[in-house]
């Protein structure tokens, strides 16, 4: 696994030279290589420099796309440059925290950034940096401070009502459809689908460097491979994206995903907890790191029976803190309630859990949007709950709703584990066998 690259840290701010208002100029490159940089990179980030996107004085979308994706910022706000501005405006309205503002000798900001805390620095009559040891260190400490921030945006600051964030499992899953980019090349990773891997691959070799496409097409490509279940493809494909989408939450658990389905788990496991680590858990990411644990009990339990238990155990905590951290999305809920019925058929932990997955699941469906992973959820709730027509209606509503083949595969094995537990109980429910192997048909024509 290549080493997951550091935070990036977007530094907006005027280059060169420049009048400073008062008869004076800023040496602008110098405060970035002397004061910027080294503070930057010595808080353990990675620093890119905004003048570096602009093609002909012009904001494009890939320098938009860092500014949004980049974990940290840091604007110069000295001589009030307009670009600066609206870069930080942007940054304000899409980033919650993690902002840091800096300026020389600014004394009077507009308005609606007057609240926030500019952190001066001084300048030389060369205008260059005059005290870089002193200012660079308030920097490092202004920076890390940012790391444990919760909101430095105004925006987010004032405003409480915001719209609420959408099921993260469902944002990777609506990606393909909602991205919005060239018609041309949507319609050609459509057609490599098809053709699997290698027709991917194709399209990825004449789209060129990943560093000159656009972000949505990158990220497109990547739930391509999925779908081609080319789990090397997909873990190869992030490995060499640039490090503000590499760095997303969304990216880093597919590639955990990935990871994991190319049975390299350990890899898996580090990348997902670091994600839990940065952004907090989530049912997406939860969900996923269950996954890895699910593996690797499967794994021993024709071996040792305690170290088997141990891994059930952490798939179940995994799966159950994800449902916790989103009650919107029932899909870890119900794989936790699955796991419970091989560990403790019927018992307190899984009854009071299914009631709450069971409304969860229930209001997704009433929505008039569910997908295939609720129609999945309330078949599994039908064969744990022994209820045939519920369990039925569930099948025929998620075989219609296949996306990707592993999906209709990924539920299968659930009602293996659960076929396969109740078997050592002397019990058969039949018609769970016949759904099972209809989901395993699927899985094999999508």
Known sequence: MTPEPAPLCFVVMPF??????????????????????????????????????????????????????????VADLTTANPNVYYEVGVRHATRPYSTVLIGADVKRTPFDLAPDRVRPYTLDSAGRPAAVAEEREALVKALRHARQATTDSPVFQLIDDLPTPEIDRLKTDVFRERAEYSVEVKRRLGEAREGGADALRAVEDELGPPEDVEAGVLVDLLLSYRAARAWEEMARLVESMPTPLRRTALVREQYGFALNRAGRSKDAEEVLTGVIEDHGPSSETCGLLGRVYKDRWEAEREGSVLRAQGHLDEAIDAYREGFEADWRDAYPGINAVTLMEIRDPGGDSQQGLVPVVRYANRRRIDSGSPDYWDHATRLELGVIGRDRDEALAGARAALAAVRESWEPESTAYNLSLIRQSRAERDEVLDWADEIEGELRGASETT
């Open 16 to 73: 060169g030279t420049k009048p400073d208002g008062q008869g004076g100029s800023v040496d602008f490159d110098a405060v970035y290589e002397q004061l910027i940089a080294p503070a930057v990179e010595e808080a353990g980030l990675q620093p890119l420099r905004a003048d570096q996107e602009l093609v002909g004085g012009i904001i494009h979308k890939p320098m938009f796309e860092r500014l949004i994706l980049a974990d940290y910022g």
